[in-house]
């Protein structure tokens, strides 16, 4: 793992992301290498935090919002276990599910309210909400025998793990830090609490979150396999990519044709995911893979090549 000890030596505890691989025994591995700065790890969905727990990974950060009530069960089951969980909210309803859950299996969850950090996709718009949310955990907490307990705040910001100039990185995280900034500073002076745990950042930006004097957690995950978009990340040195792959999917040449200067794998989109672009061959990175397109009008699967 390229640049692990940068990790090691972060300012900021680190809750290891593990939704990429969901396998408690990688998990373990991960926070193993990542020494005493690692404190657990965080999910994206109740199955993976189950199958973390079940594996004996003991503190499990729900990273998503949780609503469903049998979600919520489940959830709290894993606390009732031993397990130290934690899960973000932004709104009343299913914190108010979970403290009532939680006291009765007679157990207690950590909540993180989430900040929209700008993704604008889940999390509260206004650090005066982040504050209303924070202040209604705590009530909570008081009338319902600790069931749920305020920890600090959420705000992650996907998008800019791959933003390629790392100028242009910074100044986006900074805008992040800001929203964060400004929730601590609300949820202190009009809710009187603190925000012990401040938590986002990902395999992209994960030091400049560390380094902001706001952030006391960051998130990443995906510089345990690495992938050919994070390697196009330019570095303040001038180089590209900070992490060295460790993953890679076994595939055979099944079919040449040096007419077109083709070769054909078995490996096609149920292998291989093009969210972010075509794979990279292993020893020939500069060689273009894509897929070959079918003929029109057929109903045929595409294949890698």
Not at 42 to 65: F, H, I, P, Y
Request: with cysteine; aromatic share 4%; glycine share 10%.
């Amino acid at each position: 793992m390229c640049g692990l000890m940068g990790l090691q030596h972060a300012t900021s505890a680190c809750v290891s992301a593990a939704q990429a691989h969901k396998c408690p025994q990688l998990a373990q591995l991960q926070l193993q290498l990542l020494g005493p700065s690692a404190v657990g790890v965080c999910c994206q969905k109740v199955t993976e935090a189950e199958a973390m727990v079940a594996g004996g990974v003991r503190d499990v950060l729900l990273s998503n919002e949780v609503v469903a009530p049998y979600k919520i069960t489940r959830l709290v089951a894993l606390a009732a276990q031993g397990a130290r969980v934690s899960v973000v909210v932004d709104t009343l309803q299913p914190l108010e599910q979970l403290a009532a859950t939680a006291q009765e299996w007679g157990t207690s969850v950590d909540v993180l309210v989430e900040i929209n950090a700008g993704q604008d996709r889940c999390g509260v718009d206004t650090a005066d909400e982040a504050a209303q949310l924070a202040e209604h955990t705590s009530r909570l907490s008081s009338q319902q025998n600790g069931s749920v307990n305020f920890a600090g705040i959420q705000a992650y910001h996907g998008g800019l793990q791959h933003v390629r100039d790392p100028q242009q990185r910074a100044a986006a995280v900074q805008a992040v830090v800001d929203r964060a900034a400004a929730a601590v500073d609300a949820i202190s002076s009009t809710a009187g609490l603190k925000c012990c745990v401040v938590t986002g950042g990902g395999s992209g930006t994960y030091p400049l979150e560390a380094g902001s004097g706001v952030f006391t957690e960051v998130q990443p995950g995906s510089f345990a396999f690495g992938d050919a978009d994070y390697a196009k990340n330019m570095q303040l040195a001038g180089q590209q990519g900070e992490w060295q792959q460790s993953l890679w999917v076994l595939t055979q040449v099944m079919s040449v044709s040096a007419a077109r200067a083709c070769v054909v794998v078995d490996a096609g989109l149920k292998a291989l995911s093009l969210d972010s672009g075509p794979p990279v061959l292993l020893e020939q990175p500069n060689v273009a893979a894509g897929l070959v397109a079918p003929p029109p009008g057929s109903s045929s699967s595409s294949s890698s090549s």
